[in-house]
């Protein structure tokens, strides 16, 4: 099992970016599958999660409205639409596989990482 990162760059504030994880193997076998990053300096955070229906989703609140979480069943890959980004937004993001148990939402929960895509916005 792998994941694969890809989409990052540098913008503007107030513009947007697309990121992609694509992921090996059955996408039924992954359960929820969620967007974390880390800014410099600082730990890795939560940004988003979803099942791997794509019929539940769940973001960190200064996110919500900014950025949409998708992925598709057929191929397995993630997305993470990223509208009126912020200086503060700039980060290393990774995406990241539940291990189906414990806090959907801290980095323990999560077995396999990708290797991260960086998003630098700038004011």
């Known amino acids: 099992v792998q994941l694969q990162a890809s989409g990052g760059g540098l913008v503007q504030a107030g513009c947007s970016m697309r990121l992609s994880c694509a992921t090996s193997g059955h996408p039924a076998s992954y359960y929820y599958m969620s967007w974390f990053r880390q800014a410099p300096g600082k730990e890795r955070e939560f940004v988003a999660t979803?099942?791997?229906?794509?019929?539940?989703?769940y973001y960190k609140d200064s996110v919500k409205g900014r950025f949409t979480i998708s992925r598709s069943v057929a191929s397995g890959t993630v997305y993470l639409q990223m509208n009126e980004l912020k200086p503060e937004d700039t980060a290393v993001y990774y995406c990241a596989k539940y291990n189906e148990r414990g806090d959907l939402f801290t980095v323990i929960s999560y077995e396999k990482w990708g290797q991260g895509t960086l998003v630098t916005v700038s004011s």
């Open positions: 979803i099942n791997w229906r794509g019929s539940s989703t």
